[in-house]
């Protein structure tokens, strides 16, 4: 999806360098749909104006917050698509999932290659930027998503070890979120939202120090 939206944008817009952030929660999941999501030719209005409706009801609306509120509740259940997306996810996750890691990660090895070649044909530098979920750097909280969702096996970081692995192999500059994240986990700060999963203001300190970092 980077890859492809970034061969949209190239031609359009002066491009210094190509920084992508590689989600290592559901990007590797979400890779393996992006043929079908991607899919030319969709039915229905074209070139409608576009207005960020859910924008402005995010940012103004109590309903959102309960919204958000909720569907965090609905991902510990895997009785939800959100909670059967998880579980799929967090498989990954156990040192017993390897099957299912090992299903994912072809599509993932072609997206990488397929945004190397294009930010190559465009000449402009490309680096990714690994970025762990919030659960996945606290060995505790994963282990008890795992025994939540009735998942066999103990944590392992083997998602992040393949991707890291695949960055090198195909010589791609790489910025490795995942030791500034773990530490903060160590240390109790709190660097995601509560019910969303996102980066809060110090989680996006960290990133922006990390990535800085990396840069120079």
């Not at 505790?140 to 090198?168: E, S, Y």
């Not at 110090?202 to 990390?210: L, P, S």
Request: with cysteine; hydrophobic share 45%; proline share 6%.
């Amino acid at each position: 999806q980077a890859a492809r939206r970034y061969a949209k944008i190239a031609g359009a817009v002066d491009v210094d360098r190509v920084i992508n952030l590689f989600f290592l929660g559901n990007d590797i999941v979400d890779n393996t749909e992006m043929d079908r999501r991607m899919r030319p030719n969709r039915p229905g209005p074209q070139h409608l104006p576009t207005v960020n409706v859910w924008g402005w009801i995010q940012g103004k609306s109590m309903l959102a917050a309960w919204a958000n509120v909720a569907i965090a509740r609905a991902m510990t259940s895997r009785q939800s698509h959100a909670g059967e997306g998880l579980a799929t996810m967090l498989t990954m996750w156990s040192d017993r999932g390897k099957w299912s890691l090992d299903r994912a990660l072809p599509k993932t090895y072609e997206a990488l290659e397929e945004l190397k070649e294009t930010a190559a044909a465009h000449n402009d530098p490309l680096m990714v930027v690994v970025v762990p979920p919030g659960w996945a750097v606290d060995p505790p909280a994963l282990q008890t998503l795992l025994q939540q969702f009735n998942i066999a096996g103990t944590p392992t970081d083997a998602p992040r070890q393949a991707v890291v692995a695949a960055l090198a192999q195909r010589q791609i500059p790489t910025c490795d979120l995942w030791d500034a994240f773990t530490q903060a986990a160590k240390d109790h700060d709190t660097a995601f939202l509560r019910f969303d999963g996102h980066w809060n203001r110090e989680g996006h300190r960290i990133a922006a120090e990390e990535i800085g970092r990396a840069h120079v």
